[in-house]
Nanobody, 127 residues
Framework: QVQLVESGGGLVQAGDSLKLSCIAS????????VGWFRQAPGKEREFVAA????????DYADSVKGRFTVSRDSAKNTVYLQMDSLKPEDSAVYFC????????????????????WGQGTQVTVSS
């Protein structure tokens, strides 16, 4: 099991940028792919971006491609979500999730495949 803590959310204007961080602790091996999801009020949780534990494989939701970038710093046990050109429809609580995997190239986009979740960080984009 790994404990996850997100940070970096806030209130910004449309067109601004934010960088979210997801810090992991609890496991000594860095063998966990990580996903970012978001949930707006009254809506289901949706996939945003994901990265393999090797760091070379990523995937993005169509709605954020070209605007968001997921990366990881294994030395810091941290996964980042750089969000540029933010839109009001990006407003949501953002969660990171992780699960242990033996594959360094595995990218997971489905929320039910993850075992560990953070508490979320609020992102609000005003128009």
């Amino acid at each position: 099991q790994v404990q996850l803590v997100e940070s970096g959310g806030g209130l910004v204007q449309a067109g601004d940028s934010l960088k979210l961080s997801c810090i992991a602790s609890g496991r000594t091996e860095n063998r966990y792919p990580v996903g970012w999801f978001r949930q707006a009020p009254g809506k289901e949780r949706e996939f945003v971006a994901a990265i393999s534990w090797g760091g070379d494989a990523t995937d993005y939701a169509d709605s954020v491609k070209g605007r968001f970038t997921v990366s990881r710093d294994s030395a810091k046990n941290t996964v980042y979500l750089q969000m540029d050109s933010l839109k009001p429809e990006d407003s949501a609580v953002y969660f990171c999730a992780a699960v242990y995997s033996s594959s360094p190239t595995l990218v997971i986009v489905t929320p039910w495949a993850y075992s560990d979740w953070g508490q979320g960080t609020q992102v609000t984009v005003s128009s």
